[in-house]
């Protein structure tokens, strides 16, 4: 766990193969992905508690604060290693959802796939309006993004933690068979799917932020890690 806290995961590995081999050959991954989860959220409670403290200096509190939140998103990490698990983030324009994915992305370690990137690919900006989004650029944009998307639930195309296949992908999502079709990459690669959705709500300053499971066996607890995860992200989003 401390190697994954300062970004040597190929420490950690090397570490804890070692340990597997010499020790417990049998050990689950899950049991020890437990184990790492709880010591990076006791030692990330720790951290907490310093940023917290009156007595503390300021330099020692922000130091203290950067330590926490890299210990739990660690923890969120592990709890997420070894399950497949697709993000989809919707929403209008303007929304937000591009930047709470893109933050969302860089503090799990996984990859944020979004269509205003790929539509970049297939049609430069500059292009007429009409060309650019045309339908069938459209549906090239979104079937490019559920190709990439399953490459990496199916661990062909690694993230950075190779024990982690999440991906986020960024669209608008505005049709029900985009939707269909996200659900669909989920289920042809064994993942958990999981909506989130910002809307834009009349006389309100900020959007809304809603998750939903986009497939029923979608775990409780995973989608209450996720919540808690997004919660301060996207209360601290800009605008």
Same mark, same amino acid.
Request: glycine share 6%; aromatic share 8%.
């Given at each position: 766990?401390?190697?994954?806290?300062?970004?040597?995961?190929?420490?950690?590995? !090397?570490?804890?193969?070692?340990?597997?081999?010499?020790?417990?050959?049998?050990?689950? $991954?899950?049991? *020890?992905?437990?184990?790492?989860? +709880?010591?990076?959220?006791?030692?990330?409670?720790?951290? #907490? &508690?310093? !940023?917290?403290?009156?007595?503390?200096?300021?330099?020692?509190?922000?130091?203290?604060?950067?330590?926490?939140?890299?210990?739990? @998103?660690?923890?969120?990490? +592990?709890?997420?290693?070894?399950?497949?698990? *697709?993000?989809?983030?919707?929403?209008?324009?303007?929304?937000?959802?591009?930047?709470?994915?893109?933050? /969302?992305?860089?503090?799990? $370690?996984?990859? $944020?796939? #979004?269509?205003?990137?790929?539509?970049?690919?297939?049609?430069?900006?500059?292009? =007429?309006?009409?060309?650019?989004?045309?339908? !069938?650029?459209?549906?090239?944009?979104?079937?490019?993004?559920?190709?990439?998307?399953?490459?990496?639930?199916?661990?062909?195309?690694?993230? $950075?933690?190779?024990?982690?296949?999440?991906?986020?992908? @960024?669209?608008?999502?505005?049709?029900?068979?985009?939707?269909?079709?996200?659900?669909?990459?989920?289920?042809?690669?064994?993942?958990?799917? *999981?909506?989130?959705?910002?809307?834009?709500? =009349?006389?309100?300053? *900020?959007?809304?932020?809603?998750?939903?499971?986009?497939?029923?066996?979608?775990?409780?607890? /995973?989608?209450?890690?996720?919540?808690?995860?997004?919660?301060?992200? &996207?209360?601290?989003?800009?605008?």
């Amino acid at each position: 766990m401390d190697l994954d806290s300062r970004d040597r995961p190929d420490l950690s590995r !090397a570490f804890l193969d070692r340990y597997r081999e010499r020790c417990d050959p049998h050990l689950p $991954h899950k049991l *020890l992905n437990f184990y790492l989860g +709880y010591r990076a959220f006791v030692k990330a409670k720790v951290q #907490a &508690w310093i !940023a917290a403290d009156k007595t503390v200096s300021s330099t020692q509190k922000q130091f203290a604060a950067k330590q926490s939140r890299g210990l739990f @998103d660690l923890a969120v990490r +592990y709890a997420l290693r070894r399950q497949a698990l *697709l993000l989809v983030f919707c929403g209008v324009s303007g929304s937000g959802k591009s930047t709470l994915a893109g933050e /969302l992305s860089r503090r799990l $370690h996984c990859r $944020h796939i #979004a269509t205003d990137l790929v539509r970049d690919e297939i049609v430069p900006r500059g292009t =007429p309006p009409e060309e650019r989004y045309a339908p !069938a650029v459209s549906a090239r944009v979104y079937e490019t993004l559920y190709s990439r998307a399953a490459e990496v639930l199916s661990g062909k195309i690694e993230n $950075h933690d190779p024990e982690l296949r999440a991906v986020i992908l @960024d669209g608008t999502f505005t049709s029900a068979f985009s939707r269909r079709s996200a659900v669909q990459t989920a289920q042809q690669n064994g993942a958990h799917a *999981l909506l989130v959705c910002l809307a834009v709500l =009349p006389g309100q300053p *900020l959007a809304g932020l809603y998750l939903a499971g986009l497939l029923p066996e979608v775990h409780a607890g /995973l989608a209450l890690v996720l919540a808690l995860l997004l919660a301060p992200l &996207w209360c601290a989003a800009p605008g």
